[in-house]
């Protein structure tokens, strides 16, 4: 599994995959109590599999905000979690569309092919997280037949981005998964491409600190940054 490698400091940034130490593991585990009566938890830490970084919460303390998706399997809970950055040994980006089709189920392939033709043909980068990253990660079972394909596109230049969203709502009408995901922009701000192809006069803009409403000028500011 080949993942591309970014600067620690994009530890900050939403789904930046966030790999751990192994003593910080232990530390974890020691000071969290309710975390340790994981078992899976406990397995995660030994075979290094990766956190996630996540939006802050207004409770959360000082350091990265990274979160650990359990499988259906073991109650599908979202675990938040705080860590330093003196605790994270690299942090990766996403995987590759191409990378996960192998683990998709059968009926999806097709529809993952042309999905990453359309980014192609865009010249746009297409990152997969949720179920089916989960899935590609770790080898565990996470896709059901009610799971979501969520995608992650890198935005491109001003003109093109309608012809993008098209793109892809063709390619949601005859997928048997709906077709999810986010616009990321330059600067890590994202958006759900349904909310950024919509008529509404504002959107909602994602970053690791909140969300906001954006105005449509706002949002054409992103694209030509």
Not at 167 to 174: F, G, M, S, T
Not at 186 to 192: E, K, R, S, V, W
Request: hydrophobic residues 50%; proline residues 6%.
């Amino acid at each position: 599994m080949t993942l591309h490698s970014l600067p620690l400091e994009y530890c900050h940034r939403r789904h930046t995959l966030v790999y751990l130490h192994p003593p910080a593991w232990s530390c974890l585990l020691r000071d969290h109590a309710w975390l340790a009566q994981h078992a899976l938890v406990h397995a995660w830490a030994a075979r290094g599999w990766p956190l996630i970084a996540r939006r802050r919460a207004a409770h959360d303390g000082d350091g990265v905000a990274v979160g650990l998706p359990l499988p259906p399997s073991a109650g599908k809970a979202r675990i938040a979690l705080m860590v330093r950055e003196g605790d994270i040994a690299r942090v990766t980006a996403l995987p590759a569309l191409a990378q996960v089709i192998c683990r998709a189920p059968a009926p999806w392939r097709p529809n993952l092919h042309a999905l990453a033709g359309i980014a192609a043909d865009h010249e746009v980068f297409v990152q997969v997280f949720g179920s089916l990253a989960w899935q590609y990660l770790t080898g565990l079972s996470y896709v059901t037949d009610a799971s979501d394909l969520d995608l992650a596109w890198t935005a491109p230049r001003g003109p093109r981005m309608a012809s993008l969203m098209d793109a892809i709502a063709r390619a949601d009408e005859v997928a048997p998964m709906r077709v999810d995901g986010e616009i990321i922009f330059a600067d890590g701000t994202a958006a759900n491409w349904r909310e950024l192809r919509g008529q509404a006069a504002q959107v909602i803009l994602k970053t690791s600190a909140g969300l906001t409403l954006a105005s449509r000028a706002d949002v054409a500011q992103l694209l030509d940054a």
